[in-house]
């Protein structure tokens, strides 16, 4: 048996119940037991309460907090901060699952390696199908152990997944911004980088993706505001020098021109957002630079992001300008 050490696994929780107990009792059934799992109820309107509730009653490890609802999960992420107890953390949402040894297998992985951040296999999970992909170490190898740098390069184009087992310590150094529903896309990054060590385990993540419910598969007027995480992550990149800066780039360019063509045919109830979103859309086109350094850009990434960015950029002019 691997040496305990005190995993705290948080979940925020909005209106969950149809997945919510299944990934509860997934967690509940590992052959790991030195855990706490905090669960943030974001005021729920169904059942979620109630089910929390129940498993914390018949599960110590089990703990519930309710706050006012409002806000992305980063400000669930900033509420619950403050009561992490455990020297690692791992992230779920409420409809996915955990393998039966999934903690036990990444604890295991981060005693050999003595990594701060550890990556299991993780399945992009449908529920009825039985080939669904995985993404497992770095091209189906999970013997490297990267530094932080070559981490976050991998994870640029998500050559690895972003579910990480990582130090408490490095977690809460990081700055959970409340104006970007994907906030995880830049925190994960930066938790990459700033990780000595990043290692790969056994046991599997099922990452739902058969829930239309989900925030990240709805179009709202959020996916807006992912404009910002984009050019964090593009900033991140480019201030430290790493590879694949230029695609970084591009990939803030092309999501660009996504919420341009959006933009069109979207209609906002509130002028106010309306507003705010053309004032985003003014200030990153000046950070785009001039026509030449977007030509850089263009031959410095790869092909299939040069394909993309020109037939978005052709489906505007044709479509909406």
């Given at each position: 048996m691997v040496e305990d050490i005190l995993i705290t696994i948080f979940i925020p929780v909005y209106n969950g119940e149809k997945y919510l107990e299944k990934t509860l009792q997934s967690i509940q059934n590992q052959?790991?037991?030195?855990?706490e799992v905090l669960l943030v109820d974001d005021t729920s309107t169904d059942s979620s309460f109630t089910i929390l509730s129940e498993?914390?009653?018949?599960d110590v490890r089990f703990k519930v907090f309710k706050k006012p609802n409002g806000g992305f999960v980063s400000k669930s992420w900033n509420y619950i901060l403050p009561y992490i107890k455990g020297e690692?953390?791992?992230y779920s949402s409420q409809d996915d699952l955990f393998s039966n040894d999934l903690l036990e297998e990444m604890v295991k992985r981060q005693k050999e390696t003595n990594a701060d951040s550890v990556l299991p296999d993780m399945e992009f999970y449908f529920e009825d199908k039985t080939d669904n992909s995985r993404i497992i170490g770095v091209d189906d190898n999970r013997e490297f152990v990267l530094s932080g740098k070559a981490a976050c390069e991998y994870s640029l184009q998500w050559q690895i997944h972003g579910f990480t087992l990582s130090r408490t310590a490095l977690v809460k150094e990081e700055i959970y911004y409340e104006d970007a529903f994907?906030?995880?896309e830049y925190i994960t990054r930066e938790i990459l980088f700033k990780s000595h060590k990043v290692a790969f385990s056994k046991g599997v993540f099922y990452y739902r993706?058969?829930?239309?419910n989900a925030i990240t598969k709805i179009f709202t007027e959020k996916n807006f505001y992912s404009i910002l995480t984009k050019k964090r992550v593009s900033d991140l990149f480019v201030n430290n020098?790493?590879?694949?800066?230029?695609?970084?780039q591009i990939i803030v360019f092309q999501f660009y021109l996504y919420l341009r063509s959006k933009y069109k045919t979207f209609h906002f109830a509130s002028p106010t957002k309306k507003n705010e979103i053309k004032l985003l859309f003014e200030n990153f086109k000046k950070?785009?630079?001039?026509?030449?350094?977007?030509?850089?850009t263009l031959r410095n990434a790869n092909g299939k992001l040069i394909f993309?960015?020109?037939y978005l950029w052709l489906k505007i002019r044709l479509f909406t300008l």
């Open positions: 052959t790991y037991t030195n855990f498993f914390a009653k018949k690692f953390v791992f994907d906030t995880d993706q058969d829930n239309s020098n790493l590879k694949n800066k230029f695609e970084s950070d785009l630079g001039s026509i030449q350094s977007l030509v850089k993309k960015t020109l």
